[in-house]
């Protein structure tokens, strides 16, 4: 089988900014990145030399990562082949990924592999996982349930990928900052994600808040899992969908949502890499750029934040180019509830190690917060700002700053 083809001539574009394919391949070439180019490292090896080049290349490395794993496992070496066979994973989700049209063989073949080593992923880390299918809607929601040892009745936490992730991506089972806290976590492919994007549930402007909802509803039945203290983490996209499911489910006690997306989608629809709107509209199975931008235009947070009763935790970097600071300190003074949020000097979209965290990634000290506001550390009342310098203080354990407008010039320079 070979993909669609369109055989009619014509040399219209589906999107605007489709024409823009030449930069976008000299981007990949010369900084090893599809998106998030304000960052230093190289995603995609110095081998591929276009767009077109990155299923190929970074299925050969996932190749080699996952043969290595087998030989571990094979030899009795667990921990070795979990570590691997999550490096195949990655390799697969990236290679996947990049191809945005429906029915290709490559996309097929790369996405069941990126579920072949995840299920290597499965067998040799050392907790159970198990892969769950969550009615919803007349169709299922296939998720990964990461449990506990033994455990019962214990605090767990939704996992809400970006929509560049996958439920494989987050957490790593070869070292699980989940489990290692004492909290179960249920990581979900939503409408357009993943799996999910495969069997064509696709995404909506509101109906991934009604999926998540229906993993809450899964959740609150299992034994492992106190319903009383459900927690939300949601990275970049999944920042706009878990406070969506915050929105409208009062379950949810915390969230936590870091690389933010929290205000309008002009900032990662019209102004950064154009492959974000291929992929969403891929996501949504929207070939009509009008008929998408009216969907994207209802895709924000404003008005929603009074409706935010939980207690939540915002991270948003200071020059974040899909969310800019001004529309997510807004929204953070929308949040009705108890709410925290850290602003990061200097920093970016942040899925990598920060220098204002120590080097650390954000998420374990995400996952603490969501671990204290699920036991009740945290105050009712809590509503600060903290602002984590770069490579200077106690990062987000820093004194709070007065408020949101202490990080602008003039009150800045005292803080």
Partial sequence: MIPPTDKTGSLKSERRRDNQQWLLDWMVKTTGRTHNFAYDHREIPPEVKTYRQIPRVMEKTGRHQETIARAAEAAGHRQSACELYYKACENYRIAQHAIFVDDHPDKIYLHGKLLESFSGCMRTADYPIERVEIDWEGVQIQCNFHKVPGGKN????????????????????????????????????????????????????????????????????????????????????????????????????????????????????????????????????????????????????F??????????????GEYDPLCHLEEGLAYFQEVAGPKEIWILENENHVPRPSRNFGGMLADPLVVDWLKDALTDKKPKDLNQAVFVHDRTGAGPYSKPISGVEDVYLGRRLEI
């Fill in 303 to 316: 008005g929603y934040g009074e409706k935010v009763k939980c207690y939540s935790l915002m991270v948003l």
């Fill in 154 to 301: 214990l605090p767990t936490i939704l996992s809400i990928p970006g929509m560049d992730q996958t439920k494989e991506a987050v957490p790593d089972p070869s070292n699980n900052i989940f489990i290692k806290r004492g909290m179960n976590v249920l990581a979900v492919d939503g409408p357009g994600q993943g799996t999910s994007n495969l069997r064509k549930t696709r995404v909506t402007a509101d109906n991934h808040e009604r999926a998540t909802r229906a993993c809450v509803d899964w959740l609150s039945k299992q034994p492992e899992v106190d319903a009383a203290r459900i927690g939300v983490m949601g990275i970049s996209m999944g920042s706009y969908w878990s406070n969506r499911l915050a929105a409208v489910d009062p379950r949810v006690k915390a969230i936590a949502s870091s690389a933010a997306n929290y205000g309008t989608k002009k900032a990662i629809f019209e102004e950064a890499s154009p492959r974000f709107k291929q992929i969403f509209m891929y996501m949504a199975g929207i070939h009509d750029e009008a008929e998408f931008d009216k969907m994207a235009e209802r895709m924000h947070l």
